[in-house]
């Protein structure tokens, strides 16, 4: 549990840059943390009418959406109010991107670009946003930063792609087997004193990111969810990097089980924070396994397939509403993730709303066979289990579920695949699975390719799952 007063003493480890002195927005973000809940709630209100009357006024598809629903501006006062309104799926971002923006900005914004999200699981989704709101990520890229209690001083690597690795790179860009240093942390490095950053390819081979780890010694890494893991299988039981003092996961999100057993392995704290390219960092989990979600930029809804608020303890949609994104405001954007719906005072002492844990994609979720999941959290388990001896030589693997319920785990093996090792696969297998399980067979192979042309990896596809705008209008 944290206090006002310990987040007080953490933000004075950080010393602004001279130009900014007597910058307090940061403290101001320190405060909002443990403000009375209502006092919140007040303040959340005022900016979602704010950013509601702009749409209605000056945005086309919001002022067609309220003639419709014969509602005004002055409906929608609050959170409660919020279910009146339709959702905004990827697809309708897609088809109405023009009548999106604004038809004149308000004074003083003034638009920054666009971004695209990935396009893992669907055609990516482009969004304007201003200048303004592309400054609020940096600010609350502290906050997150803050919370997970990392030393300013001390070094940061990324391993990455290259086109996100591009900081004060050459223009021919970061080439494999190149280390790119940095004498300041990205974003944060900005306002505050700091220590140098390294950056490194994630399309380098795997054992030279580790050896590359082992030799440079940072102290903190940032680096993908699923390239975290593959480190992990590559170390085969030893510890990627001996210097490592926490780890801070990126895009996708890792399940409890996952994180304690990276955690073992690195003997390191695994962080993560939640944000999506449409919208920017939406939370934080904070040490009691909340996501908080950083009210001044923007609102989170849980809410149950009829559009209302789930029960605490219940899973359902992830739905956003941008408050800063005066370029092209997003009201009620659903995500398409999943996520558990929470209720009274977090343990960790801070007040900012939050939800529980990430359970992923709705759309990949609805449509796949009962008893799916718990049979890949099976394999999964399995394979993070498996003794050193006998899972020495994988790289990567991936669950392949098949149209008809066929299961197949392929593995990348840089020697022939112990019998051991299949045998204990098919025992948890088997005892998953019971008397309805479907056939699982094993398949050794020498690459297994990423979903797009990102740096995104599935461990677990299936055949049935639906299109791309199917019932969740995933991305």
């Not at 004193?193 to 990111?209: D, K």
């Not at 999100?253 to 996952?258: E, K, Y």
């Amino acid at each position: 549990m944290t206090s006002l007063a310990e987040e007080r003493a953490e933000q004075r480890r950080w010393k602004l840059r001279p130009q900014f002195a007597g910058l307090d927005v940061f403290d101001r973000l320190v405060e909002n943390e443990f403000v009375p809940p209502e006092r919140g709630e007040e303040e959340e209100a005022r900016a979602l009418s704010s950013i509601v009357r702009f749409a209605v006024a000056q945005v086309p598809y919001y002022r067609d959406i309220f003639a419709r629903l014969r509602l005004t501006a002055d409906d929608i006062v609050g959170r409660q109010d919020l279910p009146r309104l339709p959702l905004l799926t990827k697809r309708a971002l897609r088809e109405h991107f023009e009548n999106l923006r604004p038809e004149t900005l308000p004074p003083g914004v003034v638009i920054g670009g666009t971004t695209s999200s990935s396009g893992s699981t669907g055609p990516p989704t482009k969004v304007v946003y201003s200048v303004a709101a592309n400054e609020v990520f940096t600010v609350l890229n502290q906050r997150q930063t803050r919370w997970f209690r990392r030393d300013p001083g001390r070094t940061l690597a990324s391993i990455r792609l290259a086109s996100a690795n591009l900081q004060a790179t050459p223009a021919e860009g970061l080439a494999d087997g190149e280390t790119l240093r940095v004498p300041r942390w990205r974003y944060v490095g900005v306002f505050f004193e700091t220590g140098p950053s390294l950056y490194f390819n994630i399309t380098n081979p795997v054992e030279a990111q580790v050896a590359w780890l082992r030799r440079e010694r940072p102290d903190y890494l940032l680096i993908r969810s699923h390239a975290l893991e593959h480190l992990a299988m590559t170390c085969a039981g030893e510890r990627p990097c001996e210097s490592l003092l926490a780890v801070t996961a990126i895009s996708e999100a890792i399940s409890p089980s996952t994180r304690r057993h990276l955690q073992k392995i690195y003997g390191a704290r695994v962080d993560q924070g939640y944000g999506l390219n449409e919208i920017g960092l939406v939370g934080v989990r904070c040490e009691a396994d909340r996501y908080h979600v950083h009210r001044e930029h923007c609102m989170v809804e849980i809410i149950d397939e009829a559009g209302l608020p789930c029960r605490p303890g219940r899973s359902g949609r992830v739905v956003v509403t941008g408050l800063q994104n005066y370029a092209m405001p997003l009201i009620r954007y659903d995500t398409d993730d999943l996520a558990t719906a929470t209720a009274g005072p977090c343990p960790c002492g801070r007040t900012l709303p939050s939800f529980g844990e990430i359970h992923g994609r709705y759309s990949r979720i609805v449509s796949l066979p009962e008893g799916t999941l718990d049979r890949v959290a099976a394999l999964r388990t399995a394979l993070q289990e498996m003794p050193t001896k006998l899972g020495r030589g994988l790289r990567r693997y991936q669950i392949h579920q098949f149209s008809d319920g066929r299961f197949e785990l392929r593995l990348v093996f840089v020697s022939p695949i112990p019998g051991g090792f299949v045998e204990r696969v098919q025992r948890a297998w088997s005892a998953a699975a019971g008397k309805t399980g479907w056939p699982l067979t094993t398949r050794q192979v020498t690459e297994i390719p990423f979903e797009t042309t990102g740096d995104k990896f599935e461990d677990f596809v299936s055949e049935c799952i639906g299109g791309a705008d199917g019932p969740g209008s995933p991305q």
